[in-house]
Each structure stands twice: as structure tokens, then as C-alpha cells.
């Protein structure tokens, strides 16, 4: 059965220190994986895409990592607005969603 | 932000009545998708569509039906209300192939009592 594994549940980080949000995943046929930030109440805004294995995205203070069985979401040096869930999706011949990292930064 | 604009953005129904959520979106994507989203479970597809007068089923589709009469509206009906359709749902969109990148709306808080 395909499935998307996050870790950890939750993180709370000191302004400044870095860390790593990981996603794992067991599926069939990988045609993509993407990460996605949430705000409470609000809908997922896309972050990445990656394709295959060894390929890197950076945005700001993300980056994004993928290797054959897990993707990485680095974050460097983090600000209190970077505080949101994120959420990873695998795209076999569906799109299945990870339950998320939540993320609190505090100064 | 992606034009898509769902409505309402709260709504409180009784078991049994039938509950309609409309999808808006002004980019002309071919793909729309209605999700719900609920602790412990991520975000589930309900229902998916590839066009006008073109849907299909997703994993969690019992007890919900869609239309989609214009490329720009993705409706969502829930027949007959249940407890356990109490959720939050999220409409997408995508430009290219079915599982691209989607953009999401701002989601409808629905509670059934």
C-alpha cells in the first residue's frame, strides 16, 4: 500500500536554529513529490516539486532534498514567520498527502 | 495567489439536509479537486475533475457527488448530511496533467449537528 510518512509531529525551533523536517515514503511509482506550507485556517500554498532522486529546490530559507526514499525540507537559520505546518504529497497515479510537520519558531 | 474562491467559507448544517459547496476559480485550469482535511488523517481526495462534465471518483467519494457544468465552477454536494462528513474542505487546481502541482482555495469549515 502506498503511503507518506512524516516526522517529527512537531517542532518547535529558537529563531536561528536550523533543522530538518522529513518525509518518507513507500509507493509504487514516483511521478513527483511536493511540499506545501499551511497557515492556520488557510488553504496549502505550494512550496516545490521535486522529480527524482538527488534533485534539490531552494526558496528563502527552504530546501528541499529528495533521495529514493525520503525528501528532506531543510530550514536555515529560521525566522518567526516561517511558524506554519508543513505537508508533503507523493504523486503515484493519485496525489497522497502526508499529516504534516507543524512548525513553531519563537524568538 | 490563484484565483479560486470557495463558498461559503463556514457553514453549520443538520444531519440529513443536503449541503452544496461551490468551487470558483478564474485561471482556467483543466483540473479541480475537492479535499477534506481532518487530524490525524492529511488530506483526502473526494472527488476529482478533468473537464467539463468530467469527473471521477477519489478515496473517500461515498456520500458525496460533484458537477462541473463550466470549466470555471466545481460544485460538491453532499447528499445527506452525516456527523462524520464534519470537516474542513479544500478545493484545487491544476494546470497540466492530473496530479501536478495543485493551488488551493481557503477552504469551508463544514459542521454537522
Redesign the interface.
Known amino acids: 500500500e502506498d503511503q507518506?510518512t512524516q516526522s517529527p509531529e512537531a517542532l518547535r525551533l529558537q529563531e536561528g536554529e536550523s533543522s530538518s523536517l522529513n518525509c518518507s515514503y513507500t509507493v509504487s511509482g514516483l511521478?513527483?513529490l511536493?511540499w506545501?506550507r499551511q497557515d492556520p485556517?488557510?488553504?496549502?500554498?505550494?512550496l516545490f516539486?521535486l522529480y527524482s532522486a538527488g534533485e534539490e529546490k531552494e526558496k528563502e530559507r527552504l530546501k528541499a532534498t529528495l533521495t529514493k526514499k525520503e525528501s528532506f525540507l531543510h530550514i536555515t537559520a529560521p525566522k518567526p514567520e516561517d511558524s506554519a505546518t508543513y505537508?508533503c504529497?507523493v504523486?503515484t497515479?493519485?496525489?497522497i498527502?502526508?499529516?504534516?510537520t507543524r512548525l513553531q519558531v519563537f524568538p | 495567489d490563484a484565483g479560486?474562491t470557495q463558498s461559503p467559507r463556514h457553514k453549520v448544517t443538520e444531519t440529513g439536509t443536503p449541503v452544496t459547496l461551490r468551487c470558483h476559480q478564474t485561471e482556467n485550469h483543466r483540473y479541480m479537486y475537492w479535499y477534506r482535511q481532518d487530524p490525524?488523517?492529511?488530506?483526502?481526495?473526494i472527488h476529482y475533475s478533468y473537464g467539463v462534465k468530467d469527473t471521477d471518483k477519489?478515496?473517500v467519494s461515498d456520500g458525496y457527488s460533484v458537477s462541473r457544468s463550466k470549466t470555471e465552477d466545481f460544485l460538491l454536494t453532499l447528499e445527506s448530511a452525516t456527523s462524520s462528513q464534519t470537516s474542513v474542505y479544500?478545493c484545487?487546481i491544476s494546470e497540466f496533467a492530473e496530479?501536478?502541482?495543485?493551488?488551493?482555495?481557503?477552504?469551508t469549515r463544514l459542521t454537522v449537528v
Request: proline share 2%.
Open positions: 507518506v511521478r513527483g511536493f506545501y485556517g488557510k488553504g496549502p500554498e505550494f516539486t505537508l504529497a504523486n497515479d493519485k496525489l498527502f502526508g499529516t504534516g | 479560486i490525524g488523517h492529511g488530506l483526502r481526495l477519489g478515496e479544500f484545487a496530479n501536478t502541482e495543485a493551488f488551493f482555495g481557503q477552504g
